[in-house]
Each structure stands twice: as C-alpha cells, then as structure tokens.
C-alpha cells in the first residue's frame, strides 16, 4: 500500500532516514533500516576525514534540536564498506556528500558506491561548504551536472531554507539534472547560555531541526512542488505519522525522519502502520494525498 | 535540555591524576549514568556521576586540564543524566574496576548493598596511589586489590584475581577496554554488565558518533550486557571523532 518508486529507485515505503542522523557506520545504517525505513542517507561525506566542531554539537532547544556538528567524516576513501553493510539492511542506500567545488563533488560521488547521491549544499555552519555553496544557483546547477557526469546513480539535492527564494535554487538544481530535490536542510539558529553569555554551541551557531521547524519546511515543500518537474522529498521536523501525511499533502512524494529517531528507532515502522490504517480508513491511496493541498 | 549552570562547591583530590567535583545541583542517578559536561569555551565531555552531586574525572587530554583549572565557586554546563546506568541484581555481585572505572562503580555498590545485595569489589590500578574509591567500596564489602607495579595488593592486573566468577549472581565492569574484554573472556557473558567508553557529540542518541555496529553508547548504553557485547566490535576496535575505525 505504501510502496512507490523514486528516482528509479524501489521503495517499501516512502519514509527515509535523513543525512546525519545513525549515519556514520554501516552497523547504525543497517539497524535503521531493520526499523522500518524505506530507505536510509548516510552522513555526509567528504574528500578528506574531517573531525567536525568541538563540542557541544548538539543540544535540544525547547522542542527542538540546535546543532553544528561540523560535518564529521572519515572520508569517502574510508566508506564504502560502511555503504556495502548498510545494504545488508535490504533497502535503498543514498550516500550523502559534501564537497567546496563541483570537482570534488564529481570526485566522490564517482568513487563511491550508492544506490544514489544526496548532494548537501545546504548545511548552515561549515565554512565553505554546504549553504555557502548552496545559496548560488549558478554553483549548484554546475556541482548537480558535474555529478550527474560522474555516475549513473539518481542524484538528490538537498536544499537549504536560509535563502531569500528556496525555488531559485530548486530550479538550478532541476536545470543541472537533478532527479530531486530535498527540503529542507536545518534552519539556522543560535542559543546562549544566560548564566555565563556563551553561545551554548561550539560552533557559537548551527541549524534547528525538530517539530518547531515543520511549519517552515511544509511551506518550502509547497512552493517546490508548484515550481518544479521533479519529485521533492520532504524533511523537516516530522515525529509523527500526521506530520509526513502533512508533507505528502504539500507536495512531498516521498519524506525524511531525522531528530526524532532519537527517541523512537522504530519510528519508520511505527508511522508506516498508522499510515495505512489512515489511508485505509479514508480509502485514499499515497497517490491521492501526493499534493492533495495543491488541488483543493 | 539545555545545559543546567553547575557551581563547583568542593574539589577532592583522589589520586595524584584524579579529582571528584561536586557540584550545588542533585541529580536523580541510576548508576552508571553519565552527564555531559560543558567546560565553556573548551569542549563538552560525557563523564560518569560518581555520586548523586559529583563527577570524578582523571586528567587525560585539553578538556579534563581545563576542567582541573577550575576551583570552588566556579561553574560548568551540565546535560543529563543519560544512557541507561547498571541494571542492579540481587545476590551475590562481583565488581571489576580499572583506574578511574571505579567512578560509576563506587556508587553502584552502596546502593546495591543498601538493597541488600552482597558486594566483592575487585580494584585495580596502576600503582598504590592511584587506587580510587578504596574507602567507599571497603565500606559496603571485600575488596582485593591489584597494581600495575605491585606496589600494593596482587602485583598485575585486576583481572588476575578473578578465579571465582561462576560464584556470583552478577558482574559489573568499568576500566580501560582492553581490560573489560579480558573479563568479558573469563566470565559469563550473559551475567556480565560492562560500562563503555565512546567518542560522545549528542549523547541523546540521535547523531551516532558513538555507535558500537548500531549500539548507541550515549542512549542504549552506556552499560551493556555482555552477550550483547560478544556479538560487536567491542574491544577490537572503536571510532575516533572523524568516525574512522582505531584498533584498541
């Protein structure tokens, strides 16, 4: 009831693991998907290892999430072995990758082994990297043709939110062959510690994830499905079953789950059986809330 | 949550390389919980809680010396507690520690033994000066005693003295990792806890820097069985802050 097909790729359900989350070893990989997930992003992953921010990288804001973690990796030269295991989870594995250029953008994704690449150019606290890249649609057109040259894998752009016009940059992505888009990256955010007036995190600011960015990410998911051709995959604050029906109805073919698996590992199957009780309920297919709000 | 403000109220020197620091602010603790702690300015680290108020640390690297620099009435950023803590059986229960392992494990045996559970600690250190918490853990059971270089008690390793594990209900283990897996080896598995060290960002389980293949150390653990253990990368090898794999 669930199943659909995405990029090309087969998918038992249209619920992802999102970049950063479990991401780094093929052990964690494996574990989210034997949760449920219809498939699962690793981390993000760049041409040399790289440690990340010092800590604290991560913090809970109110009912959210602050962090900068630094894009931490231990290089694609050391990863696909973490990708070949995280297959033996029998769904889709979709290597995320960062690079400060097109060249090692094509560098890695022609490397690696995925079932397909999410590009980030959209993670809002690394020098050079990720948003600073991403707020360009000439750069991001270029860095998604340049990967598209460099495997037959679909490619998947990851959008940043902490633009003036998020579809600009969907549209640059779609003009570089992009086989879809994915929004939102974390919000840009800071939190400061009253007692001594240190900014809490190492990095001083980072990106908000959690429900209190939902709002936000369903609004980006909608214009991107009126202004592009390609399927948008949404992520952004969802903790519940309601909350990725309410992706799917903005126009969100397929969604991500990241903060939330904190607490809950089996959360992709969790939502997958309250979906199918709703959609069976209303006697609705996932055709029929793909982009419902669009056409009411 | 956000970091809780925590004013240092007492320091105690312990061991030549090891101080406790107490702290104005309880916590509720189940043993083997730890807090992460902000040292401002310098680094967050995951740190046992050696006592409901304190935590009990060995100067290791540039955020224990930053934390050793700082004195009473000074503050820290507290999160937590995390991760699961020792599930406490009744019985028989024989404690294994090595260096600053002793730090989660000292507040295990009083409350064990405040539930009437019969404690054997066994104690290792490198030397006599360095044995921590041997007062404590005298006060609620047997202890035996081994050092590195024999200077006081069994001269060798803590895990020598342990030739009657099958006498015990369960075993608790905190030390240096190549010593656990050691106990891990000459014990039952499945009646064994063993408290790990990992490289912590999060510590709420969510960002998998610390995973053991899948486990998280900061939300399924710290403390894990060691069946669970038999089946991992356990004292083979673990990741360093890029997430590359390092032999232990």
Redesign the interface.
């Known amino acids: 009831m669930l199943t659909l097909t995405l990029t090309g790729l087969k998918l038992k359900n249209p619920l992802i693991l999102a970049a950063?989350?479990?991401?780094?070893?093929g052990?964690?990989l494996?574990?989210a998907a034997k949760g449920g997930a219809g498939a699962v992003v690793t981390?993000s992953i760049g041409i040399e290892?790289?440690?990340?921010h010092?800590?604290?990288?991560?913090?809970?804001?109110d009912c959210s999430?602050l962090?900068a973690?630094g894009l931490?990796?231990?290089?694609y030269k050391?990863f696909q072995k973490e990708i070949d295991l995280a297959r033996e989870g029998g769904v889709p594995v979709i290597a995320s990758i960062f690079g400060a250029s097109a060249d090692e953008f094509s560098e890695i994704a022609g490397s690696l082994r995925a079932d397909a690449f999410e590009l980030n150019v959209s993670c809002p606290h690394a020098c050079g990297y990720g948003a600073q890249v991403g707020s360009d649609p000439a750069l991001v057109e270029e860095i998604t043709k340049s990967v598209k040259n460099a495997t037959s894998a679909p490619v998947w752009v990851k959008l940043t939110p902490n633009v003036t016009d998020i579809k600009s940059i969907g549209l640059a992505a779609q003009r570089g062959g992009a086989d879809a888009v994915v929004a939102i990256n974390t919000v840009r955010a800071m939190?400061i510690?009253i007692?001594?007036g240190?900014p809490?995190l190492?990095n001083k600011f980072g990106g908000l994830s959690g429900c209190a960015i939902k709002p936000v990410a369903i609004k980006c998911v909608y214009d991107l499905y009126e202004a592009l051709e390609i399927p948008v995959i949404g992520v952004g604050g969802i903790s519940d079953w309601k909350d990725a029906v309410e992706f799917m109805m903005a126009g969100a073919r397929a969604v991500q789950i990241?903060?939330a698996?904190?607490?809950n590992l089996n959360i992709f199957s969790d939502i997958s059986s309250c979906m199918e009780a709703f959609l069976e309920e209303k006697e609705w297919a996932l055709d029929d809330i793909y982009g419902m709000a669009h056409k009411i | 949550?956000?970091?809780v403000?925590a004013v240092i109220t007492k320091v105690v020197e312990e061991t030549p390389t090891i101080r406790t620091f107490f702290f104005d602010t309880s916590f509720e603790l189940i043993p083997g919980q730890f807090v992460?702690v902000?040292i401002?300015?310098?680094?967050?680290?995951p740190m046992a809680l050696s006592y409901e108020n304190a935590i009990t640390v060995q100067k290791v690297g540039p955020a224990t010396s930053a934390l050793f620099d700082l004195d009473e009435c000074d503050?820290v950023?507290i999160?937590g507690p995390f991760g699961n803590g020792f599930d406490i059986k009744k019985g028989r229960m024989l404690l294994v520690s090595g260096g600053v392992g002793a730090a989660p494990l000292a507040p295990l045996a009083e409350k064990a033994s405040a539930a009437g559970a019969k404690i054997t600690t066994l104690l290792g250190a490198k030397t006599k000066d360095e044995l921590l918490f041997r007062k404590r853990v005298e006060a609620v059971g047997d202890v035996r005693v081994a050092t590195d270089d024999g200077s006081e008690g069994k001269h060798g390793y803590v895990t020598q003295l342990i030739d009657d594990a099958k006498n015990y209900d369960q075993i608790y283990c905190c030390g240096p990792e190549p010593m656990m897996k050691k106990v891990l080896d000459k014990v039952t598995p499945e009646k064994a806890q063993f408290s790990l060290h990992r490289y912590i960002?999060?510590?709420?389980?969510?960002?998998?820097?610390c995973?053991?293949?899948?486990?998280?150390v900061c939300?399924d653990g710290p403390v894990f069985s060691g069946d669970v253990l038999n089946r991992t990368e356990f004292g083979v090898y673990r990741?360093?802050?890029?997430?590359?794999?390092v032999k232990i």
């Not at chain 2, 995973?211 to 998280?216: A, F, H, P, Q």
Request: aromatic letters at 4%; hydrophobic letters at 25%.
């Open positions: 950063g989350i479990m991401g780094t070893t052990g964690s494996k574990r981390k290892p790289k440690s990340g010092s800590n604290p990288s991560m913090v809970e804001v999430y962090n973690m931490p990796n231990p290089s050391n939190a510690d007692e001594s240190y809490i190492g990241g903060s698996v904190g607490n | 949550m956000k970091p403000n992460m902000w401002r300015g310098v680094d967050e680290v503050s950023g999160r960002k999060c510590g709420i389980g969510i960002c998998g820097a995973c053991v293949d899948g486990l998280r939300k990741r360093n802050e890029c997430g590359e794999k």
